[in-house]
């Protein structure tokens, strides 16, 4: 079923088992997510990320990631077919692909599946800093709809 937690939907601030984040490479959007999301949630959450094509892992993920405090995405990028368990109660996507590749996985399960669309910052161009600044602000952008779809407080 499928559902966006900015309208209103039920079960906002309430915590899943487990969680996905899907985006097109797993190499930029799925892993800031995951690794931000372990640094807000509790433990006890199982979190994964994959992508629906095999993707290069990019350094100014890490970059963007060790500025805030969140060390590093430091696995391989992984596809949905790369994964051990393929059921979670919550499969978050951020790309349209991803989008349509989750729903034709779950099409036959009860998962919820939320659309969270992000920019793509590997799309950004000019001096490095000015690529940071796009990478920096899909981090912060990823770390505000998790503590508002999650329930966490600015201070937790």
Aim: proline content about 7%; aromatic content about 6%; charged content about 25%.
């Amino acid at each position: 079923m499928a559902s966006d937690p900015e309208r209103g939907a039920p079960g906002q601030g309430s915590l899943p088992n487990s969680v996905l984040f899907v985006c097109g490479m797993n190499a930029i959007r799925s892993p800031m997510a995951e690794r931000i999301a372990r640094s807000l949630l509790p433990a006890n959450v199982y979190l994964a990320s994959a992508g629906v094509r095999a993707g290069e892992r990019d350094p100014f993920v890490d970059a963007v990631l060790a500025e805030a405090g969140l060390g590093t995405a430091a696995r391989a990028p992984r596809t949905l077919d790369d994964l051990e368990d393929d059921y979670f109660d919550l499969i978050i996507t951020l790309a349209p692909e991803a989008h349509h590749a989750a729903l034709e996985l779950t099409r036959t399960m009860s998962v919820d599946v939320e659309y969270w669309p992000m920019p793509d910052p590997s799309t950004a161009s000019g001096t490095r800093e000015q690529i940071l600044s796009a990478y920096r602000e899909v981090r912060d952008r990823l770390s505000e709809r998790i503590r508002r779809r999650f329930g966490v407080t600015a201070a937790s």
